[in-house]
T-cell receptor, first 109, second 114 residues
Framework: GQQLNQSPQSMFIQEGEDVSMNCTSS?????WLWYKQDPGEGPVLLIA?????ELTSNGRLTAQFGITRKDSFLNISASIPSDVGIYFC?????????FGTGTSLTVIP | EAQVTQNPRYLITVTGKKLTVTCSQN?????MSWYRQDPGLGLRQIYY???????DKGDVPEGYKVSRKEKRNFPLILESPSPNQTSLYFC?????????????FGPGTRLTVT
């Protein structure tokens, strides 16, 4: 299957700091998505990107769909304790979805 | 409340004993899908369905079966479970129009095969 490389694998940051994570693929995707997963729960969609070059915000979150269609990044500004969790990128190709391996975020108060 | 439900939430079984994990959604979504989540591997798609009686293989379909006889239900069947199918399983659903990729995930089913 298609491999999505997500980095970093984990992050430990101070409350109030900005966070940046990215996802790269060897294949082109038509859609990039970013999810957050809290312990014991299913992933929840944060941002969906539908066009190459698109930059989309959702509150303190900003994500971009790379021009090459093979990458995407997610920024979180002014992190707060409830940002703790695992963040996944996902690429959609036709009706199939491929997920990255996740970035575990810890926010230290 | 709009939701995706899965049952059971936890299951311990033995090798070879057939099992079914149910998935149901109340949002009238056309698209439904099953994923497995393993440490270090993220989520991998097992099967998906575009609508009733329409199913297709995802990235890791071996050892699994699905059916879509009704729009709201999409059960995952393991005919002869093996230990390498020990995993956390998620069902998800979404519309095919509007925002087609905004999948709603269920709470997960943790399966252990001994």
């Amino acid at each position: 299957g298609q491999q999505l490389n997500q980095s970093p694998q984990s992050m430990f940051i101070q409350e109030g700091e900005d966070v940046s994570m990215n996802c790269t693929s060897s294949s082109i995707f038509n859609t990039w998505l970013w999810y957050k997963q809290d312990p014991g729960e299913g992933p929840v969609l944060l941002i969906a990107l539908y066009k190459a070059g698109e930059l989309t915000s959702n509150g303190r979150l900003t994500a971009q769909f790379g021009i090459t269609r093979k990458d995407s990044f997610l920024n979180i500004s002014a992190s707060i304790p409830s940002d703790v969790g695992i963040y996944f990128c996902a690429g959609a190709s036709g009706n199939q979805f491929y997920f990255g391996t996740g970035t575990s975020l810890t926010v230290i108060p | 409340e709009a939701q995706v439900t899965q049952n059971p939430r936890y299951l311990i079984t033995v090798t070879g004993k057939k099992l079914t994990v149910t998935c149901s959604q109340n949002m009238n979504h056309e698209y439904m899908s099953w994923y497995r989540q393993d440490p270090g591997l993220g989520l991998r798609q097992i099967y998906y369905s575009m609508n009733v009686e329409v199913t297709d293989k995802g990235d890791v379909p071996e050892g699994y079966k699905v059916s879509r006889k009704e729009k709201r239900n999409f059960p995952l069947i393991l005919e002869s479970p093996s230990p390498n199918q020990t995993s956390l399983y998620f069902c998800a659903s979404s519309l095919l129009t509007g925002n087609p990729y905004e999948q709603y995930f269920g709470p997960g089913t943790r399966l252990t095969v001994t």
